[in-house]
């Protein structure tokens, strides 16, 4: 019983350092405008290249309309005003306005002047509906993917744009070897804490959503039994880490390993800063060890509203998660 209330008080440790900013969102950091910008002027260059093919050859702009649509479909049809929004909303309306014409000067400028045969335009297309089955620049895919899907984070990954981590032979694995699925718009990085495998944040890295995967060693063995006998009727509760509020959970198992999830939020401090968060801790039980996955939101105290609506995106979006984790050499 008391390795099922550690797992839960890990956690919390584990993720209250999450950033605290708007809802889903990217954020207003120079960094995400870098990105957003860059995925911006990606969208601009693909759109008036597969336009001046269209207008010099003719006979392309079949296939020219098949990958303007098969795009599209991938990225969504208005996923270039989408980033538009997001980028306005961080440098305000007029700004973005100054910003748009210069780069669309430029990049019209460019494809306007540079040489382009028949068979180069034939390639482009080519690269277009690549693009659309996800061969994107790696530092651009995250931008479309989160935009596209930042009110529905689950879709993404019911739309299989994941990418999968493998634990095998990472130092902090203890020997566990499994694999899981998140979404590609959540960016990976190793924990700074010694039992955090592996944590990935929202919106291309810049949302206050995370997911994390701990392992640790629990001394004992923890059976089914004892969970079920921790998790019946009000004994989940007792797993709520301090000072936060039970929402709920129960029993649960993966790859038939037995565990349990817990639904809570809280108001914490951390470095003399006032958060609120709202979290999923699944744990599951193998032999003496024991891998957490966790989900949350984490915002200041003013967007406590906000936060709770962001968290049933991830109560949609968590359990795909879980049930993507396969445990290697068990059978």
């Known amino acids: 019983m008391h390795m099922l209330r550690r797992s839960a008080f890990a956690f919390l440790l584990a993720v209250s350092s999450a950033p605290a900013v708007a809802d889903f969102s990217f954020g207003r950091s120079d960094e ?44 969504g049809s208005s996923i270039k005003d989408t980033l538009a929004t997001e980028i306005s909303a961080a440098v305000g309306s007029e700004a973005f306005g100054q910003i748009a014409t210069r780069m669309e000067s430029s990049v019209v400028q460019q494809i306007n002047t540079a040489r382009l045969t028949q068979d180069q335009a034939v390639k482009f297309i080519a690269e277009v509906n690549s693009r659309a089955k996800g061969e994107v620049d790696a530092s651009v895919r995250p931008f479309l993917l989160a935009a596209r899907y930042k009110d529905q984070p689950a879709r993404e990954f019911s739309a299989k744009q994941r990418q999968r981590f493998d634990t095998q032979g990472h130092p902090k694995s203890l020997g566990l070897n499994l694999t899981l699925d998140v979404p590609v718009s959540w960016v990976g990085a190793e924990g700074e804490r010694p039992h ?40 989940i509760k007792s797993l709520t880490p301090p000072d936060s509020t039970f929402i709920n959970g129960g029993a649960q198992t993966v790859e038939t390993l037995p565990g349990y999830w817990l639904d809570f939020s809280g108001e914490f401090e951390r470095a003399g800063v006032k958060i609120y968060q709202v979290a999923r801790l699944n744990a599951f039980f193998i032999g003496e060890q024991a891998f957490l996955v966790s989900c949350a939101t984490t915002v200041g105290l003013a967007d406590k509203a906000q936060a709770d609506k962001d968290f049933v995106k991830l109560q949609a979006l968590c359990p795909l998660v879980v049930n993507s984790i396969v445990v290697k050499d068990r059978w």
Do not use: C
């Open 32 to 75: 995400a405008m870098v990105g957003l910008g860059k995925a911006y002027g990606y969208l601009l260059g693909q759109d008036y290249t597969l336009k001046r093919i269209a207008t010099l050859y003719p006979a392309l702009q079949a296939p020219v309309k098949g990958a303007e649509h098969g795009f599209a479909a991938a990225y």
């Open 196 to 235: 955090i495998v592996q944590k990935w944040q929202s919106m291309a890295g810049f949302g206050q959503q995370m997911i994390t995967l701990d392992i640790r060693n629990t001394g004992a063995k923890v059976t089914p039994q004892e969970i079920k006998a921790q998790v019946d009727g009000e004994g």
